[in-house]
């Protein structure tokens, strides 16, 4: 377990009676870069949030690091540990960029100057300017530099490149790549934008109207998975959805379009038999994977 | 650096109330008011200003921290602070404690000058002025536990009608005697020539640790 960063069991909440987590089991490796993927409302937010303890679960345990989350003293001394950027990227509106620095750099014993003065460079952050008048885009550039020069051993980010411009967003992808891959600093981050996922990421979870759909390596699930694409004579077959190894199917007349995992050259033997006129093996992207799974119901 | 956060987030607050009571002074000095009507006037406007300023000194804080004005919800930033590797009980504690030694230095540096204008010796201004700290400590813990359940406009105007109903409360003898509000009437004393008001320091004090005890119960479980 001490190799897990993030580790949970079974993890649920419900507000007003209307459950948001239906039971999360989550395991996010040491080093890591895993994105958190899911649509609005899936549970994103209210997992972060559980993992910071601003929520407690109704059921279920946190571990970080390997150790239980449990209590308040537990939890303060995880998040000296992590790095945190909030979906509203809201910051103290009566201090200065600077002084926003200056404030939070005493909580963390292992602030790293460099890297202060490497993204308020980067980001071009005037220290002098108050918070309010920072753009959406320069608050959340404020946000990452104070997560990012804490010396964190685990940043929790909540849509980090929400708001920036396309050579921001490369900064700070590449930035969180480099951390990864220089300091072993693990990354658990939350997107809306696939293609940053694809880009930096080596592990993928997606949440679904609260409950984990996908989770593994990256590179794992696109070599599992393949879509197998069927053209019938006639109306595709109702067979096709019982096939083994397929998890998803969508039809439209004579086509049929499967999402296979597993031992896909059986599947595709199976399919088959159910003589088809043409059968084509793609390789499948992030968006299709995604799209498959949180298209159905 | 949390001291100095909460510094930051008062401090034109505290302007503010500073200001107002220089207009107060102003206001007697400049128009010529006969002196008997400025002091009933002056002790009368000073309890009520020491009583909104100690609801205004606690507000901001873990909920709103915003400066200034009054907003309906919650102001993001409080998911930053309480990212921090922090004790929400430390949070609590450094923004209320930061709030009422404001508050007290307000009610100290205008309070002696009010009551040395009113004839007191020193002892007696002192002793009043210690009494009136303590009796805005019940305002400044109700509006410190409203800031843990609601948004800060609420949190003003729910200390104010509180604040209200410890006045109407007055009324009704068998309780008035420990009503917090009694440390802060001049009158009582140069009625009595003496200082009535221990009754009035016990039921402040316990008003208001009954209210940071729940505001710390509430905090310990509040959900962000």
């Known amino acids: ?297 | 650096m949390l001291w100095w956060k909460a510094w930051m987030e008062t401090r034109w607050r505290l302007a503010f109330l500073v200001a107002c009571f220089a207009l107060l002074w102003a206001e007697g000095l400049l128009f010529g008011v006969p002196l008997v009507r400025l002091r009933a006037a002056f002790i009368l406007q000073y309890a009520a200003i020491w009583g909104i300023a100690a609801t205004m000194l606690a507000g901001a804080g873990l909920n709103s921290q915003t400066t200034w004005g009054t907003s309906t919800g919650y102001h993001g930033s409080m998911l930053f602070t309480l990212s921090l590797p922090v004790a929400r009980r430390k949070l609590f504690a450094v923004r209320a404690g930061a709030g009422a030694v404001e508050t007290c230095a307000l009610i100290v540096i205008t309070g002696v000058p009010l009551v040395r204008f009113a004839g007191l010796g020193w002892s007696a201004a002192s002793l009043y002025v210690a009494g009136a700290c303590v009796c805005s400590m019940t305002a400044y813990a109700i509006s410190a536990l409203l800031a843990c359940v609601t948004g800060e406009m609420w949190q003003l105007y729910g200390s104010w009608g509180a604040l209200g109903a410890l006045g109407l409360s007055m009324r009704y003898a068998p309780l008035a005697r420990f009503n917090p509000l009694r440390g802060f009437f001049l009158s009582a004393y140069t009625a009595a020539a003496h200082f009535p008001w221990l009754d009035a320091w016990i039921g402040s004090a316990l008003l208001a640790a009954l209210c940071c005890f729940t505001a710390v119960r509430i905090l310990d479980r509040k959900e962000y």
């Open chain 1, 1 to 297: 377990m001490n190799d897990l960063v993030i580790r949970t069991r079974g993890l649920r909440k419900s507000y007003d009676g209307s459950p948001a987590l239906r039971g999360i089991d989550l395991a996010v490796p040491r080093g890591s870069i895993c994105g958190f993927l899911g649509r609005n409302g899936a549970g994103k937010t209210t997992t972060l949030k559980l993992l910071l303890n601003l929520l407690r679960p109704d059921a279920g345990e946190i571990f970080l690091f390997g150790d239980p989350v449990d209590s308040e003293t537990a939890a303060v001394a995880a998040r000296r540990r992590i790095g945190f950027v909030t979906e509203e990227k809201q910051l103290y509106p009566f201090m200065t960029v600077g002084q926003t620095i200056r404030f939070t750099r005493p909580f963390f014993p292992g602030w790293r100057r460099d890297l202060e003065a490497r993204y308020l460079k980067i980001f071009h952050l005037p220290e002098s300017k108050p918070v309010p008048k920072l753009s959406k885009g320069m608050r959340a550039q404020l946000m990452l530099l104070l997560a990012l020069a804490r010396g964190a051993e685990l940043l929790i980010l909540d849509e980090p490149t929400d708001g920036l411009d396309p050579a921001v967003t490369e900064e700070v992808l590449q930035a969180l790549a480099g951390l990864a891959a220089t300091e072993g600093t693990s990354v658990f981050f939350s997107s809306h934008h696939l293609a940053e996922v694809e880009q930096i990421a080596d592990r993928v979870c997606l949440i679904d109207r609260g409950q984990i759909v996908i989770d593994g390596a990256l590179d794992d699930l696109k070599t599992d998975c393949r879509r197998i694409l069927l053209v019938f004579s006639g109306d595709a077959p109702a067979a096709v959805a019982a096939l083994a190894g397929v998890d998803h199917v969508r039809t439209r007349g004579r086509t049929a379009s499967l999402l296979a995992h597993g031992d896909t050259d059986a599947t595709l033997d199976r399919a088959r038999e159910l003589q088809p006129e043409s059968v084509e093996v793609h390789p499948v992207t992030l968006k299709e994977l995604f799209l498959d799974h949180v298209k159905e119901a």
